[in-house]
């Protein structure tokens, strides 16, 4: 089980390093029912990105598809790696491309604009699309449950190993809660800052993010074909 935290890791700090989902649930906190949208946003994460990983281990563990006869990761799992790395490799580039440069100002979802006004059910639905559909992070996802359903664990090492990718995937999102929730106004000035740089920033640290762990995943798929 420690081998496959260890291979699922990095993938989890893919998936947190998400600028645009951490900026929203600021905003959350900054809206009149602060606690109960940001909390359900929070929440709304940790279910679409379990049960993105869940229908993927499920799908990938039906049988010999994941598992080569020397017991380590099939080819079937080197070619969604390396396919998945490609696709990663390629959206690197359309975001390098189209980042804000010197002053011009970054394009923001509008549904952002919507935030103060979102209730704790929309908000709860806004998380999981955010976590489990997103384009970024559902390859990462795909890439790590395919990864603990190939390297021959029990089913409860498989469900404890997802958890822990879950909630390492996770804590960018959970920590500007806890953080409101424990420090309440003190922590408005740092999550303030924090906001504008990461929607400023928001582009150009998604490319590097898809580019690293494109190349990763290449080299994976790569390495288990070879």
């Known amino acids: 089980m420690g081998n496959a935290i260890g ?7 893919g998936v947190a390093l998400s600028p645009i989902p951490i900026a929203a649930v600021i905003l959350m ?12 946003f929070a929440l709304g994460w940790l279910l679409g990105l379990g049960i993105a990983a869940t ?10 598809a994941v598992t080569a006869d020397s017991g380590g990761p099939s080819t079937t799992i080197g070619w969604v790696k390396l396919a998945l790395g490609v696709i990663l490799l390629l959206l690197a580039a359309r975001r390098w491309r189209n980042r ?35 384009p970024k992070n559902l390859a990462l996802t795909i890439a790590a449950a395919t990864t603990i359903a190939s390297v021959g664990l029990s089913t409860g090492e498989e469900i404890g190993t997802t958890v822990v990718f879950v909630l390492l995937a996770s804590v960018t999102v959970l920590l500007p809660v806890v953080a409101f929730l424990v420090s309440g106004d003190r922590a408005t000035a740092t999550l303030d800052r924090a906001k504008t740089w990461l929607i400023r920033n928001n582009g150009t640290v998604i490319a590097v ?11 994976d798929g790569i390495s288990i074909l070879s």
């Open 209 to 219: 993010v898809f580019l690293v762990f494109g190349a990763k995943l290449i080299g």
């Open 29 to 40: 906190l900054f809206t009149p029912r602060a606690r109960t949208t940001a909390a359900s």
């Open 100 to 134: 804000p440069r010197g002053d011009e100002s970054p394009d923001t979802p509008a549904w952002m604009d919507t935030l103060d006004h979102v209730g704790p059910g929309r908000s709860l639905v806004l998380g999981a699309a955010l976590s489990g559909i997103n």
């Open 7 to 13: 291979q699922v890791l990095p993938l989890a700090v």
């Open 55 to 64: 229908v993927v281990l499920v799908i990938s563990g039906t049988g010999d």
